[in-house]
């Protein structure tokens, strides 16, 4: 698909990010993959990972592709402090002859303000969740971020609740805009779930294991719910290594599951590649997301995009009146959403599902429809690239 540009010449644009890419940002993938042909994009970053899944053309990757002796000079001239940004950044922006900077996070948009400048590029800049919430809360960084809202040309941002934050720390209202995350939606067949009441309910949850996730309270809620129906619980995500705090939030989510007697109905499947994750979601009846703000303030920011793909396969969606998360499914027919940490609410959410088997199709009908004309990739890549277009032209 191309859209409509002066001429026919590219806009090339540098995607910055540290790594790419982190098993759980498959989001982020799916923003440059549906770029329509018109624009060409130039991936920037330290490291990479998971290219078996997430390989796209035009990778500039600093320990790959520069002298050891140029990777270790740019990282160590930003461990001294004497630069912010990636010197690498600036050499593949020029050599390509970029027009836009991409950021993605607003930490890594302030670094890159010098970057920026230095190369003549109009600056971009996504906030998707612990950036809107987490930094801002330290002095230093809310006076960052000022820096940046002056200096950037553009921040997007998931829905409309993010955005208000992000107008809220400082940042221009005629600045922030609102491009929700596009899901696959070819890819992702609509299978509306049937229940039958004398069948075992099937739970999914798939997160990694941090407080802002609620994991928890969903466990609770499952666990009165036990003495209703048949369970069966399965839990995709796990604590990312040598992180204390997401190690301390693992024991919990373990100890609720004893607590609860919930061993025996409970299958804790650890990080799984994406495609196994949406093979899962069609073995389940019910996807359970019951984010919460972080004692750290940390939030999703916008609307996990499990959420989004979830709703898109055809299943009920249990979640919270959480940031964007009521933007994502305002059109469904049934709301499944409690007030955040409100257990009692989870599990009347799952008693109207049990109680109105019947009512399921029409609502995953209006969820689906939704989803294709707010969070469809292609149409989203579309959006993207008329972002763009509306910066440069």
């Not at 553009?154 to 208000?164: D, K, N, P, T, V």
């Not at 109105?356 to 969070?375: S, V």
């Amino acid at each position: 698909m191309k859209s409509k540009i002066l001429g026919d010449k590219k806009i090339k644009v540098i995607h910055s990010y540290p790594i790419w890419l982190p098993q759980t940002q498959t989001w982020m993938y799916n923003q440059v993959r549906y770029l329509t042909d018109d624009i060409e994009s130039h991936i920037v970053c330290e490291r990479t990972d998971n290219l078996d899944q997430f390989w796209l053309p035009n990778i500039h990757c600093l320990n790959d592709h520069a002298p050891k002796w140029r990777s270790f000079w740019d990282k160590g001239l930003r461990k001294l402090k004497l630069r912010r940004h990636l010197g690498f950044l600036v050499e593949v922006a020029k050599s390509e002859e970029a027009s836009i900077l991409h950021s993605h996070f607003g930490q890594v948009g302030w670094a890159n303000l010098e970057a920026a400048r230095q190369s003549g590029l109009k600056h971009i800049v996504t906030f998707y969740g612990e950036d809107v919430n987490c930094y801002p809360q330290n002095p230093l960084w809310h006076k960052r971020f000022q820096q940046l809202f002056d200096e950037v040309n553009l921040i997007l941002c998931e829905g409309s609740f993010m955005a208000q934050c992000i107008v809220n720390l400082g940042c221009p209202a005629e600045k922030v805009k609102v491009h929700h995350l596009g899901v696959n939606l070819e890819q992702i067949k609509f299978k509306p779930r049937v229940w039958n009441p004398n069948e075992t309910l099937r739970v999914l949850i798939a997160a990694s294991f941090r407080e802002k996730k609620g994991i928890p309270y969903g466990l609770e809620a499952l666990g009165k719910l036990q003495q209703k129906v048949h369970l069966e619980i399965t839990i995709i995500g796990d604590a990312r290594s040598g992180d204390k705090i997401s190690q301390a939030e693992k024991k919990r989510i373990l100890e609720t599951i004893d607590k609860f007697d919930l061993c025996s109905k409970t299958r804790l499947l650890g990080y799984q590649p994406h495609k196994n994750f949406c093979e899962q979601a069609y073995k389940n009846h019910v996807f359970l997301s019951p984010s919460v703000t972080a004692e750290d303030g940390d939030t999703e920011g916008g609307a996990p995009v499990s959420i989004i793909e979830n709703i898109a396969t055809g299943m009920p969606v249990i979640s919270t009146t959480h940031c964007d998360i009521p933007e994502v499914s305002k059109n469904s027919v049934q709301n499944l959403l409690a007030p955040e940490r409100d257990v009692d609410g989870l599990v009347a959410m799952f008693n109207w599902l049990i109680n109105y088997p019947d009512q399921w199709k029409k609502m995953l009908e209006a969820g689906r429809e939704y989803l294709e004309q707010e969070y469809d990739a292609r149409k989203q890549g579309q959006r993207l690239a008329n972002i763009y277009q509306s910066i440069i032209y």
